[in-house]
T-cell receptor, first 117, second 117 residues
Framework: DGGITQSPKYLFRKEGQNVTLSCEQN?????MYWYRQDPGQGLRLIYY???????QKGDIAEGYSVSREKKESFPLTVTSAQKNPTAFYLC????????????????FGAGTRLSVL | AQKITQTQPGMFVQEKEAVTLDCTYD???????LFWYKQPSSGEMIFLIY??????QNATEGRYSLNFQKARKSANLVISASQLGDSAMYFC??????????????FGKGTKLSVKP
């Protein structure tokens, strides 16, 4: 089955600790995205990557880092600099980002819920 | 700046009736895409329907239709014959079609739909 796999489903972070959220896709999509969702809110973009070995900051990148060494994988690290990391994190992918792709739908994983101990 | 507004925090509908979820947007770009996603309590974002700014006809996908009024900058989702499984959060989103952030989505804060038996 093609899709996006996020792991773990639940994650706990101790103060001062870095934690990494995994996102893997087998849809052969070029573009991948990380979003943060707080209770009662919509999604906000953290980072996005249009192609391997390239990524860009989104609206709330401070305290987060990413890498894109493989097309299939886009891990997100929540660093100790992120003072309020408790949230639901969603990873998404799309065929690309160009406007020649009429719909260019973003497909999402099941999410990781991060809490602070 | 681009913006998405969903003015209904919560809605109730009787099973088998139709319901309209409101979405207004603000952009100065002539080219953009509008999306609706469903988020059940499990957390995954499920793509429902897409409308391009140049599409002449309103989009339809099964029981979902999009009432697109370009001059009013509204893109309301209509769900016909509501089912208990339709109970979820619904998010409206707009895609940038220009600039360095093309392909990225901005989301509204969502509407929680509850279907009553």
């Amino acid at each position: 089955d093609g899709g996006i796999t996020q792991s773990p489903k639940y994650l706990f972070r101790k103060e001062g600790q870095n934690v990494t959220l995994s996102c893997e896709q087998n849809l052969n999509h070029d573009a991948m995205y990380w979003y943060r969702q707080d209770p009662g809110q919509g999604l906000r973009l953290i980072y996005y990557s249009q192609i391997v070995n390239d990524f860009q900051k989104g609206d709330i990148a401070e305290g987060y880092s990413v890498s894109r060494e493989k097309k299939e994988s886009f891990p997100l690290t929540v660093t100790s600099a992120q003072k309020n990391p408790t949230a639901f994190y969603l990873c998404a992918s799309s065929i690309g980002t160009g406007t020649q792709i009429a719909k260019n739908i973003q497909y999402f994983g099941a999410g990781t819920r991060l809490s602070v101990l | 700046a681009q913006k998405i507004t969903q003015t209904q925090p919560g809605m109730f509908v009787q099973e088998k009736e139709a319901v309209t979820l409101d979405c207004t947007y603000d952009t100065s770009d002539p080219s953009y895409g509008l999306f609706w996603y469903k988020q059940p309590s499990s957390g995954e974002m499920i793509f429902l329907i897409y409308q391009g700014s140049y599409d002449q006809q309103n989009a339809t996908e099964g029981r979902y239709s999009l009432n697109f009024q370009k001059a009013r900058k509204s893109a309301n989702l209509v769900i016909s014959a509501s089912q208990l499984g339709d109970s979820a959060m619904y998010f409206c989103a707009m895609r940038y079609n220009y600039g360095g952030s093309q392909g990225n989505l901005i989301f509204g804060k969502g509407t929680k739909l509850s279907v009553k038996p």
